[in-house]
């Protein structure tokens, strides 16, 4: 079953069960701008809305954002060749474009949402191409001022990530095994491929395998940090960009072979890259680590969750649904308050004694959730509503309207 049919459902049932429970909030604050997926069965675009009025701006095919979204990369093919084009998501206007060979594609991390290839600095960008047994790619300045330069590897190659300074380019090397993979190093300067796969120096031997969950870049460029979800348990690889080396960091589960509960992971870094905590909605499970400080992770916890919202009059609610979430957490500005999504509504933490301070949107099935970037709102998406939030209080400010079955919030920032 989908995701978006899913969220069909959700709808549904919230008619059946919570008919009006909010349909008193007011018109949300204006003055702000989010970027959204939205639909029933994965529109495969970005509707930018005014968060005031509901106003649909514009709609951006899939593309690549940069960290800050002041960019966003898209490719359309010309037949014989492709163009690539940088554009102002805010305005929709044309920032740069360059003529690249035909079947690049900007990297895909396997699940719904927008496209990667970026650098966490924003400034380095990787397009992807395979064929029955090369795989390709262009490296080149995000500026789109310099000519990309062209890796060409034997094999199954797929992008992980890039190092701030362009030099560095991680990929994903598919091995005869489909549950097998090995994280390998590709030097672009000296076109060379570092002989040994990038491993956890306390377990080199160790195999590669598991399913890609959510993933965040530290803001100073030092690490990339996602969740995988494996039978042995769930783990994020903590991948120092520029070094040989990751370290695979394992998670606490209730149940280590339960995929589902595994798929609720979610990331969220403090501004200023030096914490970084891992919350599951659905279990309760926490953990916080500092990128200064690995490999050890300095605390783990559990908070008391609400009840899955299991059956709702005969539908499935969105806690059936497979896949990592976008924007399943997000961490105040002075990191006390870690929203984290609920098996219903949202969990606001306290960071300092690891318990749920309050509860906001309880028995609603949100699926997203974004602070904007001034820190001054809480943005909510799921059963076809938009909410606006006081993060300091949990107040509900006000409902968002002109969207239709929004699922995923990307990014919220003043106009």
């Not at 549904?12 to 008919?19: D, N, P, R």
Request: hydrophobic letters at 40%; one cysteine or more.
């Amino acid at each position: 079953m989908s995701r978006r049919l899913l969220a069909l459902l959700i709808v549904a049932a919230a008619g059946l069960t919570a008919c009006g429970r909010y349909a008193s909030a007011p018109t949300a604050t204006a003055g702000y701008r989010l970027f959204l997926e939205e639909g029933y069965n994965g529109a495969q675009q970005v509707t930018v809305l005014d968060a005031g009025s509901g106003a649909v701006e514009r709609r951006l095919p899939i593309g690549t954002p940069a960290p800050d979204w002041s960019r966003y990369y898209t490719v359309t093919s010309l037949g014989a060749s492709s163009r690539l084009t940088a554009i102002d998501p805010a305005s929709g206007r044309s920032l740069g474009q360059a003529t690249i060979p035909a079947g690049y594609e900007l990297p895909s991390l396997g699940f719904q949402g927008p496209t990667a290839g970026l650098s966490p600095n924003g400034q380095w960008l990787v397009l992807t191409r395979q064929s029955d047994s090369t795989s390709s790619f262009l490296v080149g300045a995000s500026s789109l001022s310099h000519p990309f330069r062209t890796v060409q590897l034997k094999g199954d190659f797929s992008f992980d990530a890039v190092s701030s300074d362009g030099q560095n380019l991680y990929l994903i090397q598919k091995m005869g095994d489909p549950n097998h993979y090995q994280v390998r190093l590709y030097n672009v300067p000296s076109q060379s491929l570092a002989a040994q796969p990038v491993a956890d120096k306390r377990e080199p031997a160790e195999p590669m395998n598991g399913i890609r969950g959510d993933s965040v870049a530290d803001p100073r460029g030092a690490y990339v940090f996602t969740v995988y979800a494996r039978d042995a348990g769930p783990f994020i690889h903590a991948l120092p960009l520029g070094q040989p080396l990751a370290w695979c960091l394992d998670l606490p589960a209730k149940n280590a072979r339960d995929m589902e509960e595994q798929f609720h992971w979610s990331l969220a870094l403090n501004q200023d890259g030096s914490e970084l905590y891992a919350v599951n909605g659905a279990s309760g499970l926490i953990a916080e680590m500092s990128p200064d400080r690995l490999p050890r992770v300095d605390r783990t916890g559990q908070v008391a969750v609400n009840a899955s919202p299991g059956i709702l009059g005969g539908l499935v609610t969105s806690a059936d649904a497979k896949g990592a979430r976008i924007g399943g957490a997000a961490l105040s500005p002075d990191g006390r308050t870690l929203f984290a999504l609920g098996n219903t509504g949202i969990l606001a933490i306290d960071t300092g004694a690891l318990k749920v301070r309050s509860r906001i949107l309880d028995g609603e099935s949100i699926e997203s959730i974004r602070l904007s970037t001034d820190g001054h709102w809480l943005y909510a998406a799921g059963g076809a509503k938009l909410w606006q939030i006081n993060p300091a209080t949990g107040a509900i400010a006000g409902q968002i309207k002109g969207s239709s079955n929004p699922w995923a919030l990307f990014w919220a920032a003043p106009r």
